[in-house]
C-alpha cells in the first residue's frame, strides 16, 4: 500500500491532529506520477459519467479495498483531503453607474470575482462582520456621500440555524440581480449510531468508546438589495460538506464544496467480523454517500444523483469524498441551479472567464520531530471543467461541462491563500507551477535532495479522451536550470500573460522571471537575488511589479513586512527600484492572513497601495496596527509611502477581518467591524 493512502502515528490522538491536515482522495493512482520528460498516459487519470448505480459500485469497492489493506496494516489511518479550512491583475479603477472610479477586491482573473469582507458599487459599500463571540454574523450597508464621507444606514444580520453555528466567510455583491450572497460553514459533532445502520449492537460493545461523527455544512443566505437602506436576507441555502472556494462571474455563482459521508462502518474495530462489515456495505445506498441541501428551511432534497456524477477508474486512493461542483444563476427569482460531482478530493480552485480548474494533491509523507515531510514523488491531479455562465441545460440550469483531466508532479505549497496563484489559464493553455521539495514552514533541511524545488508544468486539453496533455515542462533537459536553490522552496508565483514570475527562498530570494511566450519550450529568461521574499507579487505599471512579503538578513532570519518595487520591463534584467521594511520581526501585514488584505487602485500612471498592517518593535507595549499607504508612480517608476491610517481599536479584534476599499479620492478602512473614511 502506498504511503499516499495511509498514514503511520504512534497514537490515535496524534492521528486525528494530524488528519486534519493532510490528506489523499483526488489522484490517479499514487505511483503514477508523470515523468519529468514524457507525457500523460492517455486517460489515465480522466472522469467517465456515472451510469445508473455505477457509482454506488465504485465506492462499496473502496470500502471493500480499505478493509483489505486494514488487514495487512492494522495501523492505517484514512484521512481527508486537506482544504482551506474556513475560509491577479490589480483591479483599475471601473467607472460605475453613479459615474465614480473605484477599486474593488483584489483578484486573480479580471472578471471573475471573488468573495470578500467588503464591497461597493460605488454608491453603496457592504461589509461582513465576522463575530469573535457567540453572535450572529451581519452586513453592514453603509451610503457614500457627495463629499466622500459614509453614513451608516441599515444592518441586516444573518440567520442563525437552530442546530449549529454558521461563521461567515465572505460576501458577493452581483449588482445586476440586486443581491449579496453571503457564504459561512458550521460544523457539528455526534456520536455514530451502528446500530441503527444494522449492525449487530454486539459488536459496538467493542469499541473502547463511542465512534463520533461530525456533519459540515456550507451557508449561503442571499439578500436583497434592490432598496440597500432595507436589505434583507430572502433566501438561505445549506449544503452539505465543506468550502474549497467559490467565484463569481456575472451573476453565476460557482460554489466547491467536498462532502465526507459518515458512515458507521468505518467506526467499526478491525477484528469485527468480515461478514458483518460487508454485510454493512451491501446495505449502503447512494443516497447514504451524497450530499444534501436544503432550501429555505425546507426538508433535505438530494444535491445531485448519482447521474451527475463522475469517477475516475484509475484513482488509486482509498479516500471517499465527494466534490461537487454547483452554479446558481442570481438573477434567476427561484435561484436555478445545476451541480455535478466526481468521487475525490479537491483542495485547490483556479477560474478563468469560461474555465474551472479543480486540483488535488496526491500526498504521500511522514511525520518526523522537525514536522511533515512529503514524499519526494508525489503528484498533483487536475481537472478542468467548462462554465457558460449564459447557456441553459434542458434541466434548467446553467451548463457544467467536463472537459478533461491531467497531472503533474509535485503539490500547490502549503498555504491554502496561495494555491490558486500556482495555477493561470492562457490561450487555451493551462500553466502549474508545483513545487516538489518534501518540507516547508522554515523546515527545509541544508542537505535537502530536491535539486530543483518548483516545476512548472504546461497542460492543453484534448477531448479526443478527454485529458490534459504535458506540452512542456520546466527545469527539462533542454533547459536544466533550476528554479530555486537547493532546500529552498516557493513563496510568491503570478502569471501574467506570457510572462511567470516565481520567488523562492531560504536565506536570499531570487526572483525568477520566465519567459512562456512559446507554451513548448518556456525558459527562464532573469533572475535577481536580494534578501527577504515576497509572498504575493502585484503588476502595477508598464514593466513594474509590487511585492509584498518579509524582510530577511542574509543568514535567512525573517524580519518585518517589506515591500518592494520590481522593475521588469527588460525581462533578462530585473532590478528592485526601491524597498520598505515596515516593523520587526512579529509583523505581518493583511495578505498574511487573507490574499484580498490589500487593495490596489490604478488611475493613469499611479498607482495607490492600501495595506493593513500590524507592525512590531519587539516589546509588547509597541504594537503599531493602521492601514498603511503607499503610491507607486508608473511614470517615474517610484515607489512612496504616505502617512498611515491608525486602528480604530484596540488588538482585541481579528485582523485578517481588516480591509481596504478605494473611491475617487477617498479610502475607506473596515477595520474592527467599523467602517471609516479618509481623503487619500
Sequence with gaps: MNACNRMRVASTAAALAIGVLAGCGGGSGADTSPPINGQTPAAEGALLASQPGELLGYVKGKLADRQVQRKLAPDTFFVTTMTGGVQLDSVAGAPTSTGVERSGTTVQEQGVDEDDLIKSDGAWIYTLVRPLDAGPGKVQVHRRRADGGVDAIATAALPTDTDNRVYPQGMYLASAAQRVAVLGVSQTFYTLDICAQGQDCAAASLLPFAPMGSRSLVALDLLNVSNPAAAAVTDSVRIEGRIIGSRLVGNALVLVTQHSPQLALEALPANVPDSDREALIAKLTASDLLPTVRVNGAAAQPLVTDTDCYVQPKNASYGIEITTITVFDLQSPSLQRSSRCFVGGTEAL???????????????????????????????????????????????????????????????????????????????????????????????????????????????????????????????????????????????????????????????????????????????????????????????????????????????????????????????????????????????????????????????????????????????????????????????????????????????????????????????????????????
Design 350 to 680: 483556479y477560474m478563468a472567464p469560461a474555465n474551472l480548474y479543480l486540483a488535488t494533491s496526491r500526498y504521500t509523507y511522514e511525520t518526523t520531530g522537525a514536522g511533515i515531510r512529503f514524499a519526494p514523488q508525489t503528484s498533483t491531479d487536475v481537472h478542468k471543467f467548462a462554465i457558460d455562465g449564459q447557456k441553459i441545460s434542458q434541466a434548467g440550469g446553467l451548463v457544467i461541462d467536463y472537459r478533461g483531466s491531467g497531472a503533474v508532479p509535485g503539490h500547490l505549497g502549503w498555504d491554502p491563500q496561495k494555491n490558486s496563484y500556482r495555477m493561470s489559464e492562457w490561450n487555451g493553455d493551462l500553466r502549474m507551477l508545483s513545487f516538489t521539495g518534501e518540507t516547508g514552514w522554515g523546515l527545509v533541511a541544508e542537505d535537502a535532495k530536491t535539486p530543483s524545488p518548483a516545476t512548472l508544468t504546461t497542460l492543453r486539453e484534448r477531448s479526443a479522451d478527454r485529458t490534459l496533455q504535458i506540452v512542456s515542462q520546466l527545469p527539462n533537459a533542454q533547459r536544466p536550470q533550476a528554479l530555486g536553490k537547493p532546500g529552498e522552496q516557493v513563496y510568491g508565483v503570478r502569471f501574467l500573460g506570457d510572462r511567470a514570475y516565481v520567488v523562492t527562498f531560504r536565506r536570499i530570494d531570487p526572483l525568477y522571471v520566465l519567459d512562456l511566450s512559446h507554451p513548448s519550450d518556456p525558459k527562464t529568461v532573469g533572475e535577481l537575488l536580494i534578501p527577504g521574499f515576497s509572498d504575493y507579487l502585484f503588476p502595477v505599471g508598464d514593466g513594474l511589479l509590487l511585492g509584498v512579503g518579509k524582510d530577511a538578513t542574509e543568514s535567512g532570519q525573517v524580519s518585518g513586512v517589506k515591500v518592494a518595487l520590481f522593475d521588469v520591463a527588460d525581462p533578462t534584467q530585473p532590478r528592485q527600484l526601491n524597498a520598505m521594511t515596515f516593523g520587526g520581526a512579529g509583523s505581518s501585514s493583511g495578505l498574511d492572513y487573507s490574499r484580498h488584505g490589500i487593495d490596489l487602485f490604478t488611475r493613469g500612471p499611479l498607482t495607490r497601495v492600501a495595506l493593513p498592517l500590524v507592525m512590531a518593535n519587539g516589546t509588547w507595549s509597541g504594537w503599531v496596527h493602521g492601514l498603511q499607504r503607499l503610491e507607486v508612480d508608473a511614470g517615474a517608476r517610484t515607489l512612496v509611502a504616505r502617512p498611515m491610517i491608525p486602528s480604530s481599536s484596540a488588538m482585541n479584534h481579528d485582523p485578517g477581518s481588516d480591509r481596504a476599499l478605494q473611491i475617487d479620492d477617498h479610502v475607506y478602512y473596515f477595520n474592527a467591524g467599523q467602517l471609516t473614511a479618509t481623503a487619500w
